[in-house]
């Protein structure tokens, strides 16, 4: 099996750690295509992007997994998202006040490309009401204390879940790959012999070279650093890039501007013209279009 997006899950038998590995290639050059931007910036992305599907394995309802930053550095934004149909998509903006030079486009790390900012994990249910009637979500929030993603991750994992984790990400200008080691509730074996398979586990992991990571596939990846180990490969997640735009969608932001907001657009221009920041998909709406949506009293 190739390294072409996918993610599988792995559970060592011996002791509560699990695992993950994802690598997303056709996915993550759709994503590129549609943020042509500096290197550094794209790697950026693409750690979102590679992040965002390691973590997708925790939605069990239809819905999906949000991971972005804001910050007031040459980046002012960055969004990753995973669906639970294995659906990717992300975007990366650039802060038009702020100058990115040559320097910092060519070899920037989180915080100097951010600046001070914050990073949130969403998981969103796609249709789940609580009893008052609003959308139940589940946010988190990173501190941007470090001057990589996977260590902000990592801590955050620490901190609020009070889960021992590690990453390790491999980002070039074809494909993003992701590689996780998450330490479960004690059920099986003493904290003793967790610790000691902890240390064994991410010091084998460390090992991995990132031209290992680019050339071998998943289970040979497993096997090179875990073959000693007793370890359990579930059947795979098949990854792919999906945009969630639509013109019922837009037509749903058009309602919820209102009636008198769209006759001011009108006025102006003569028609509604909306992009799609992701996939950079175009709707137009012509005049007559949009005063349609008028009858039957839909807008005010």
Not at 260 to 266: A, F, H, N, T, V
Request: aromatic letters at 6%; proline letters at 3%; charged letters at 20%.
């Amino acid at each position: 099996m190739s390294n072409t997006d996918h993610l599988h899950k792995f559970l060592f038998d011996n002791c509560d750690i699990r695992g993950e590995i994802v690598s997303l290639k056709q996915a993550y050059r759709q994503v590129m295509e549609n943020n042509p931007y500096p290197p550094s910036m794209q790697k950026l992305l693409g750690e979102f992007l590679a992040i965002v599907g390691l973590l997708s394995s925790t939605l069990k309802m239809d819905g999906k997994i949000i991971l972005q930053a804001h910050g007031n550095g040459p980046v002012s934004t960055v969004m990753a998202e995973c669906t639970h149909h294995n659906e990717v998509r992300g975007i990366i903006r650039q802060n038009p006040d702020i100058e990115l030079t040559d320097e910092v486009a060519l070899a920037a790390n989180l915080r100097e490309l951010l600046g001070q900012g914050v990073i949130v994990i969403t998981i969103e249910p796609k249709r789940a009401e609580n009893f008052a009637g609003k959308l139940e979500r589940y946010q988190g929030i990173v501190p941007m204390e470090a001057d990589n993603l996977a260590a902000c991750i990592e801590h955050y994992f620490e901190q609020s879940e009070q889960l021992a984790t590690r990453i390790w990400l491999t980002v070039n200008s074809q494909t993003a790959h992701g590689l996780m080691l998450q330490a479960l509730p004690q059920q099986i074996a003493s904290a003793e012999v967790n610790a000691e398979h902890w240390e064994t586990l991410v010091t084998l992991a460390a090992t991995l070279k990132p031209a290992e990571i680019l050339q071998l596939n998943h289970l040979d990846i497993l096997y090179r650093l875990f073959h000693e180990q007793e370890l359990r490969v579930y059947d795979p997640r098949e990854l792919h890039f999906a945009c969630s735009c639509s013109e019922e969608r837009c037509i749903q932001a058009l309602v919820a501007l209102g009636k008198d907001e769209l006759e001011d657009i009108l006025t102006e221009k003569g028609s509604v013209d909306m992009d799609c920041q992701f996939c950079n998909q175009h709707y137009h709406f012509s005049a007559e279009k949009v005063r349609q949506l008028y009858q039957g009293a839909m807008l005010h």
